[in-house]
């Protein structure tokens, strides 16, 4: 088990003692004014899982909440040790989804789910305390069962540690659960430009450097990074023009066309600049970006 973990409930560091051989108890969280405990504890405890990735940081699923949470009710499931400290959560939703004249389903799901802009969803838990995790957020929705009809988890990676350990607990419980397996699609990128070049074709590597020296020549090019909150607004206005006029050719709408989604990556885009984790880069060709 990770030395690293979350905070407790007044902020102090947690010692490395695990949770794990202890009775963890949850605490449904149904609003994020309430969770100042886990600021900036969650994403410490994001740190310690084995579940590290963008998608589950507090940035980007309270600024997907914030664009697409609606009239939908959170449901963050925090689990605590005896010790108040924080071992995991579970970042769930609950929605009404119609089905029929009159009659709805009220459906739990992963935060993030909706949108299509999230991927590899999960339960967050130290590395190590993911099985009494699953076990004690399902005693939780077993107990709270008159509330919710359909528990739908989308998007959770099939080596997820909290996927395995779900599938012995619906099991025990006789809940009927389906499982569908999509293709995952990853493309590994080099940390730099001439890494990149190095494992293209030669052909490719022909191409691309004719087509840079091409611009430089008949241009004037310059590569800048969004630094500031001020330079924001004007870098996304660019980049969903960009993305309009590039999807426009082919007839479609491209990929921001909704107002909230706009949103949404406008503050995702805010939220990651000031904690230091956004890379968003412009092409400029005759001072105008491109």
Sequence with gaps: MSGRGAETLDGRPRGPSAAAGRRLR????????????????????????????????REWLQAWWDAYG??????????????????????????????GPGWSLRIVRLLGDGGGDSDNLDFIAREGCEAEVVRV???????????????????????????????????TRGWRG???EAPRRVIRLSQTWEGHLG??????????????????????????????EAELPSCLEALFRLDAARWGLRGEAGNFGLPQRRGFYAEVARRFLAAGRLDFWLLDVDGRPA
């Design 26 to 57: 949850v605490r449904n969280i149904g609003s994020w004014d309430e969770t100042p405990v886990l600021h900036p504890g969650w994403n410490e405890l994001l740190a310690s899982s084995a579940s590290r990735t963008v998608f589950l940081t």
């Design 199 to 228: 494992k293209l074709s030669k052909k490719m590597r022909r191409e691309a450097n004719h087509d840079v020296r091409r611009l430089e020549g008949l241009h004037h090019v310059g590569l800048r990074r969004c630094e500031s």
């Design 137 to 171: 957020v399902v005693d939780y929705l077993a107990d709270h069962a008159s509330e919710w009809d359909l528990l739908e988890l989308n998007h959770v990676p099939a080596e997820s540690a909290i996927a395995k350990a779900l599938e012995p607990e619906v099991a």
């Design 70 to 99: 609606g009239a939908r009710e959170l449901m963050l499931l925090v689990c605590l040790d005896d010790g108040g400290s924080v071992v995991g959560v579970a970042p769930l939703f609950r929605a009404r989804r119609r089905v």
């Design 178 to 180: 389906v499982a569908r």
